[in-house]
């Protein structure tokens, strides 16, 4: 997988203020050392994403949370204590020496401690906080593989550590605890049912004055081609129709059953949650690259379990329409 000498290697670029692609059990991320304003401004140029929207920082563990948090309420300890290291993210009041670099400019910082051995290695070898969001350009689908990465960045990024496919598949959980009433910024890993039960009280959905979160654009996790999501019950009807007026489909439908017509690219997902997560930017990523005119997706359930990748697929079909009314 990854020798401990890619992992010093990775660390010292890091505090030369170099880009290291690392994995994480959620997706790819672009680190640069948070402490360095110039290094952190370096992922923004290579992901085209605006800069005044904040990254995450990534923490061995939440001993560390003291250099970058103000004060570490008692709900974040307790998150923090079921949850870490893993998929969830906690935004809290940002500490006194947190660049606006990784912030935005905002009072508050967000910080997760990712369980993946490589981003841990990565992590301790470092020794202090690694900003870094998913490693796609801005906007786009998410990475789960170093595959990913390359495709998306090539020469750009010097470093790629090869940690194999990411378990989880989408990103993790936002929680923002700087306010007097935690919110769900951004559903992800970690069930909202979990963490619920670990709070013992119930989350809010964000407001209109939550902070600015791209991953909370209407528009976000889009392929290049345009997407639609489809009810299951009505798809293959729609895929066939489509087909005859001569339409190129990919489509990521629950059933194996591929019907037979020309041009059709076919993906069968799992009904499985969690499994489909696991799978779903390699299959989103497959779908684009298939030359259709139109990814069609089965919805999935309206099931808690499915919230994370309802989310993700609601923006990644905004995201491409807004690209198709691009002039
Ligand atoms: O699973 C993940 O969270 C991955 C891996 C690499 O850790 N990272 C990730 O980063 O998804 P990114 O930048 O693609 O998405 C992070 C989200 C963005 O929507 C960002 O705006 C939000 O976190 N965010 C960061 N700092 C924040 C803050 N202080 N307040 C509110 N939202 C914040
Ligand atoms: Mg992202």
């Known amino acids: ?6 992992i010093a290697r990775a660390a010292a670029l890091l505090k030369a203020g170099g880009v290291v692609a690392f994995p994480t059990e959620t997706v790819y991320g672009l680190g640069a050392d948070a402490s360095n304003p110039a290094a952190v401004a370096k992922i923004y140029a290579l992901k085209g994403r605006p800069n005044d ?4 920082v990534h923490l061995a563990s939440a001993a560390a949370l003291g250099d970058w948090a103000r004060a570490v309420p008692e709900r974040a300890q307790r998150l923090a204590a079921h949850f870490w290291p893993g998929p969830l993210t906690l935004v809290l009041q940002r500490g006194s020496r947190v660049p606006d ?6 009072d508050t910082v967000a910080v997760r401690v990712p369980v993946h051995p490589v981003a841990q290695a990565l992590l301790q070898a470092f020794g202090g906080g690694i900003a870094a969001p998913s490693a796609n350009r801005f906007g786009r689908v998410s990475t789960t593989t170093a595959a990913h990465v390359r495709a998306e960045f090539g020469d750009d990024v010097e470093c790629v550590l090869d940690g194999g496919e990411c378990a989880v598949g989408i990103e993790s959980t936002i929680v923002d605890l700087s306010g007097s009433q935690p919110t769900l910024l951004r559903p992800g890993g970690v069930p909202l049912a979990a963490l619920e039960a670990a709070l013992g009280e119930a989350l809010r959905a964000p407001g209109a004055a939550a902070p600015r979160a791209p991953g909370t654009l209407a528009a976000h996790y889009a392929p290049g081609t345009p997407l639609m ?11 066939r129709s489509l087909a005859r007026q001569g339409k190129r489909l ?12 020309p041009g059709l690219t076919w993906r ?14 390699a299959n989103l990523r497959d779908l684009d ?8 997706v089965e919805r999935p359930p309206p099931r808690a379990e499915w919230l994370a990748v309802l989310d993700r697929l609601t923006r990644a079909a905004a995201g491409a329409q807004a690209s198709d009314d691009e002039p």
């Open 229 to 239: 999501l489809v009810e299951a019950d009505v798809a293959p009807e729609l895929v």
């Open 289 to 296: 690259a298939a030359g259709a005119d139109l990814i069609i």
């Open 268 to 281: 069968a997902a799992s009904a499985d949650a969690a499994e489909y997560a696991h799978a779903l930017y």
């Open 53 to 56: 929207h904040p990254v995450i």
């Open 101 to 106: 670099a990784v912030t935005g400019g905002q």
């Open 250 to 261: 990919a489509v990521l439908s629950f059933s194996t059953m591929q019907p037979l017509l």
């Open 1 to 6: 997988m990854v020798s401990a000498e890619e």
